[in-house]
């Protein structure tokens, strides 16, 4: 049980943001939202991860919902090797990641 | 920047037979962690390790898996007696610190094939 629930797919025109939505809407006060992603079967890669407050970095940005319920990772001028399976996941520990099906994006040219 | 590598990327063997994938993991990291994808299906969570005890592990770790950190940079994964089941990617993980914001950083993989 991920306890997220993500898109099965999404398609992204290459230039353009790509919004991918994920909701935890049973997310506890001290649980972390973390998104990886994962290109072919390489090892997750990690991107992102916040609280509850919005964060960016060199890769993306995370929105939080005040409520915490739900999330969206922002990839701000998607390209071609942004075509990955992304993954949000709840993090209460960090000691055991739970994986669930994420979300294949495909950039389109 | 730092990376998490595992050795070899690729492994073929025979059914029964004993396996140790290897990891190295980032330099000033304490928790290690592994995790497998058989093809097609999710990542799994295998095993946590710190201060050369195993933390959690999952049911599907039973007595056919073990790990050790044999030295100061190695962590390593042994399957004692390969089933065919047992074919799938074999990810490391490495982190700093134990607690949620502690973020798991993840090596290339090894694939494991079992005839």
């Known amino acids: 049980d991920a306890k997220t629930t993500q898109p099965t797919s999404m398609d992204c025109a290459e230039g353009r943001a790509a919004n991918l939505p994920c909701n935890h809407s049973t997310i506890s006060g001290n649980e972390y939202v973390y998104w990886y992603r994962q290109i072919h079967s390489q090892g997750p890669q990690y991107i992102i991860h916040?609280?509850?407050n919005n964060e960016t970095n060199e890769m993306a940005s995370l929105i939080i919902t005040e409520d915490r319920k739900s999330s969206t990772l922002i990839l701000p001028h998607a390209t071609l090797r942004d075509t990955a399976v992304y993954y949000c996941i709840r993090s209460g520990s960090a000691r055991q990641l739970t994986f669930g099906s994420g979300t294949q994006l495909t950039v389109l040219p | 920047e730092p990376e998490v590598t595992q050795t070899p990327s690729h492994q073929v063997t025979q059914m029964g037979q004993e396996v140790i994938l290897r990891c190295v993991p980032i330099?000033?990291?304490?928790?290690f962690y592994w995790y497998r994808q058989i093809l097609g299906q999710k990542v799994e969570f295998l095993v946590s390790f710190y201060n050369n005890e195993i933390s959690e592990k999952s049911e599907i770790f039973d007595d056919q898996f073990s790990v050790e950190r044999p030295d100061g940079s190695n962590f390593t994964l042994k399957i004692r007696s390969t089933k065919l089941e047992d074919s799938a990617m074999y990810f490391c993980?490495?982190?700093?610190?134990?607690?949620?914001?502690?973020?798991?950083?993840f090596g290339p993989g090894t694939r494991l094939l079992v005839l």
């Open positions: 993980a490495s982190s700093e610190g134990f607690y949620s914001q502690e973020t798991q950083y």
């Open positions: 916040g609280l509850k």
């Open positions: 330099s000033n990291h304490l928790y």
